[in-house]
């Protein structure tokens, strides 16, 4: 029997939630395990930007489960065209067994002076990628004294990450603003391989987080005068590739645990959790993530297994303040027969939501959470990849908040607008079939050809 996977196109109008209905979808599947009678896939997106799940053929499973030379994920080149858009090619969408491979493309209006189409290349995964190893630093900061200014009084989750594209010092690297959520599912999915348990997943995540957070809250590079917040480099910080797929179970446990982070007892900083493969660099001390990869096959927990790899001497703590998000998480679940202000935040957004999302039925703001509450919910949650329970948690609720963000006029009042000029995003994309360098001169990607 063949190995499947799936892929889902969303379409969005620039850097915000509105969605992009009616856009041209081209799937072409590429690579050694395209079936010879395989064709290309046409495809439009429905009034919530979205497209049907398209499965693909994929390597098999066990390609992902152990180290091998085998490249795990099959590939896929997305084109996207829209009348009053600018094209977007999407070339390398990555496709595991089992999977459903979910790629955003956020379209940029015409102009007149664009010179060449938009072309998006996804880097290969870093345990099968030429990526450089970690390079070590202390887990505990020296923090400079509070009347400085400089330091946050606790962690914050941001509303959006500055990503360098490039090691610290390389000026000529572009830099990407991204959403906080956005970034932390793009790292997941160019570091590990979503068909692990959703333990070692989850463990993972927490370290991804922890060590984002810690560059966050410490100013670690906006300290040292640099522009941005953290940077694609593996030698110091995390894989990153701009505009990449993410992967369903990647999308829904970020979704939860976005504000978690990993700390020492009596310190107020995430932890710095630094890690490495585990196959070609050891790291001790430090979380391998084939090491975690095994630990969750033998079902340990998440915590579990962070402290076989950091010590038990772990707290995990939730940042209570989510930038940009007009009200906080009431701290327990909205389901039918709650009441109160919650509830009527939760109506009054998802009305405004269903202004750009007619999927979504239109509620009456009264702050009693009934069944047409809860069909509403369950609609949302469909559209947005999470499980349809039609229950508000925490994942949902800020889920339902940033959307509101960005579909509103909170979006306009912040100095936010559609146009991803503003809002500080600077679209640089690869050409197809080239390397890609640092500043040393050590391809990113030596066998890219190879790939893809």
Known sequence: MPFRGDLKIQ???????VPLDRARITISPTGQFVSPNAKTIQLITDSSGLTQQVPLDTPPIDYSQAPTN??????ANVRVERDGFEPLFVRGCQVYPDRVAFQQCRMVPVSNTRQQQDIIVILPNKLVGNFPPKIPESPEKVMPPPASGVVLPYPVVPEYVVVHQGVPNDASAPNYTVRYKDYIKNVASSEIFP???DNTIRANLYCIISFTLNRI?????RGKGKNF??????AYDHAFSYGRNIFDNIDRIADEIFSSYVKRPGRRQPLLTQYCDGKNVQCPGWLTQWGSKYLGDEGKAPFDILTSFYGTDLELNRADQVKGIPSSYPGYNLTIGAKGEPVRTIQTFLNRISVAYPLIPKLSVDGDYGPNTAN????????????????????TWYKISDVYVGVSKIAELRGYSYDTKEVGIERTFFPPSTNIYRNDDVPYVQYFDDLY
């Not at 379409?11 to 939630?17: A, K, L, M």
């Not at 085998?70 to 590939?75: C, H, K, R, T, V």
């Open 11 to 17: 379409c969005f109008q620039g850097d915000n939630y």
């Open 70 to 75: 085998q490249i795990p994920y099959s590939l």
């Open 195 to 197: 068909t692990w348990s």
């Open 217 to 221: 809250y410490t100013e670690w590079y």
């Open 229 to 234: 917040d953290i940077t694609s480099s593996t």
């Open 376 to 395: 509403s919910v369950k609609t949302f949650q469909g559209v947005f990849n999470l499980p349809q329970t039609g229950v508000v948690d925490y994942a």
